[in-house]
């Protein structure tokens, strides 16, 4: 409920926001010797001669209804969930969309499921072996996967393994149902990069998290009771110190999920990221107020998923 | 009797709004935190408030030195209701009620030296040049039983009991007339503890201040106190000079009380007639009805629980609120 | 034989500001069935003492020498499986704070259940459910059959600190070491955990070593005290001695001190002066004697050589002053 309230307004704020923009939106759909007559059939054909509130509600209803654009003969109609029509791509941007989401979310997940992996796996290992030659080595990790810029990363990796070594192919996108194969060739190298960036802080989290854990009062209690090493370190500390990382992991997911612009640019994945990264060189306004709009709504999602797996996780806030 | 009162509380009520209350909900339960509560503080005395955990005391403390406004009811600075004051005169008014934390370490700013932070009182009101400030709080020092010479130490250098002696430093630096003194001496250490009240003695004989002392402990209470007032969940349960309420009792929670208390002596111990009291305190939110200690009162009746006990005198100046006193 | 016996104990953090020497040369013993009081305020070294007989002191540099005999076996030599099957079994812990020490993911019927399922692997999930009813309903909890499934923030402290002790005294433990067990609770509160402790004293006939800074505590329940100071044991005695003639000037300066509520209103206290000291400089001779008011009576003797316990009367006092002195501390005007 909070949450739809929440979408309405995220959607509205957009909508203003990209309306009060100084360009036209109108002189955009047909380049830069138009006349001014087919700018003005343009606007109509587009609906933006109507009262931003109008233009507002009609995207609404679109989403819920599809929308057509022109009068007929010349009309286009997108379908619902319509979420507007790209003068520039000539093409409804649900479908734009539709086309890039699988591509940004194969490369959110097999990221993320990475990160987590070397982030938690090292974090906890840092925790453990606190002080010796593991930790100062996870630490330095942190610190230089931190500083180091997704570009250049990203690059350099291209570099040592496609160019130099050939060990990998130039990423070339292919969908999972088509080829499986040449889908996680594509997207191990992006993968890593995102990866190794975020695992950064989530190593720093990891290992902060148990130590702090493990000065509290209840796993003194636990090794006073005599509970195995092992034990009381997955039943007690990882437990505790996993939960606030889950649900701050939830919500980067969803981050990653409205487009990675650099990492896309980088491997030259057509995802959500170069989609919109596109239509901000374009001023493709439609594209812009969509991914805008799907970014927050993933975001929404995830926080309110969190919050169920926040109370499902900590009995101390799961309602009564 | 009510000739001098230095602070008055009149029906002082405090409410708190529990929980985060979300959209499109009832009103959320409340906390009853202070509810009707009333009494004065003679110039030059020591009133104590007595109770544990959730009774009120620290709110209630805070509502006298206004750091919290109350849901209702007034507190009177010298006959003047401090309740309605303006921003300006509450300025003014910081001057004349000061207050001391029971954690000296979390008030003092770790990063500025003792002497500022003692100092920090007289900055804001103006009061003083910067070079009289520094000799006021020099002699402050002195005062309190510190070393002036380490104005420009740091707090994590000082033990716990010379950071709430600099806690009272900063207190007494606007000459106030009234101290709230919230646990003063619960964090410290037992030999430090009397170091402590005798020094709180001292300072209120030599500058005539009037204190609120409050403790979760009747013990420590009797030497400093004229006036005790014990609290149950959010109100006075009884309240007298202290003979009356440690020797004459009359209300049962201050028996139970009195009678938890270990005392320091192994003889005693085994003759004392001890009254524990079942279960816990309950929650503030939704109180019981009627006399709030009837769910762990032994002498509780129907009564108790139909009709709220009203504060009633029952010798000079000792009142009780209990339909069956002892 | 006695069932525990250390010896000599001394413990030291190392830290980047020095040496911190919390514990020097400890030795007592427990009885069993009996009860024992370490008291002492901050940094006198009463709980580093009590976690070490778990080898509860964690940090990076921690120094312990000495002997733990729990039955003959030394616990600082043992293995840390050995030292494993001690803990939670042969000698249990209650710690102060009750809000923090349960695990706030797990049911309070799983933790007391894990507690005995750790010592008896063979035991069945029907069974550990039925010790953690059972165990509840001992220490007093109502409703077990409904509370035993409730998380630890569902209870008040009060019924925290009872599911600790409930927790402890699941596998009938030789010794009960109670860390400040009551430092956190309300008074009235406080009286009602004292008397559960003693009430399952009696039950289960565990000796109990209670770690605390009250003396009113020590009074209500103890037969025996130590009194510690900046690491040492300073004075040992029975309870009544402990009160009524104490052979230490700590010892008596901390009677004076507190509170007691037979004192008449205004009365002047009689604090000790000064603070405890640090435990990294610490004085020379007797840690006391910068504080003590007897100290410049000896010369420089209390300022130069450590004195070690010794009998006076029926006590057992650290202090240079001659036994009669001793015997009058509380007669006489400091």
Redesign the interface.
Known sequence: ??AVVLLLIVSAFTFWIFSALPSDPAALTCGKNCRPEVIEANRERLGYDKPLVEQYGAYMKGIFAGRTYGEEGASVHCPAPSLGYSYDRHECVTSLIASTLPVTASIALGAFVLWMAIGVGLGTLAALKRGRWQDRLATGFSVVGVSFPTFFLGLMFIMIFVIWTGILPFPRYTGITENPVDWFMALILPWFVLALISAATYVRMTRNGILEVMNEEFVRLGIAKGLPRKRLIVTYVMRAALVPIVTIAGLDFAFLLGGALVTESIFNLPGLGKLTLAAVVNSDLPILVATTMVAAVFIVIANAVVDVLYGYLDPRVRVK | MNTDLVLEARGLRKYFPTGAS???QRPTDVVQAVDEVSFGLRRGTTLAIVG??GCGKSTLGRLLARLIEPTAGSVLLDGKDITKASSRELLALRRDIQVVFQDPYACLNPRHSIGQSIGTPIRIQKTLSRADEKARVRELMALVGLNPEHYNRFPHEF????RQRAGIARALALQPKVIIADEPVSAL???????I??LM?DLQSSMGLSYVFIA?????V?????QVAVMYLGKIVEIGD??AV?ERSAHPYTK??????????????GERK?I???G??PSPVNPPSGCRFRTRCPKAEARCAAEEPLLIERESGHQVACHFPL | MTLLSVRDLNVTFGTPEGDVRAVQGVSFDIEPGETVAIVG??GSGKSVTANSLLRLNFGADVRISGEILLEGRDVLTMTEDEVRSVRGSDMAMIFQDPLTALNPFYTVGRQIGEAYAIHHPGATKKELREIALNSLEKVGIPEPLKRVDQYPHEF????RQRIVIAMALVNNPKILIADEPTTAL???????I??LIAEMQAQHGSAVILIT????????ITERVMVMYAGRVVESAS??NT?AVPTHPYTR?????????D?A?????????G??PSLIKLPSGCPFHPRCAFADSLGGRCSSEAPELRIVGSSRSACHLPDERLLGLMGGAS
């Not at chain 3, 309300?186 to 009602?192: E, K, L």
């Open positions: 409920m909070f | 979300k959209m499109l544990e955990s033990s716990g009991g010379q250490d037992v030999s430090i503890q009397a170091q009240l005798n003695e979760h402990d009747l013990s420590v009797r030497h400093i106190a004229d202290p003979t440690y139970a009380l009195l009678s938890a208390v270990p005392v320091a002596d192994p003889k005693g111990a001890r524990v009291l079942s816990d305190v | 305020e901050s008040s402290g009060g019924m309300d008074v009235t509160v406080q009286a009602q004292l008397e800074h009250d003396l009113g505590v020590v009074a209500e309870v009544e009160f300066g901390l009677l004076k001190s507190v509170k007691s509520l004192t209103r205004h009365e002047r206290l009689e604090p000790i002066p603070t405890p």
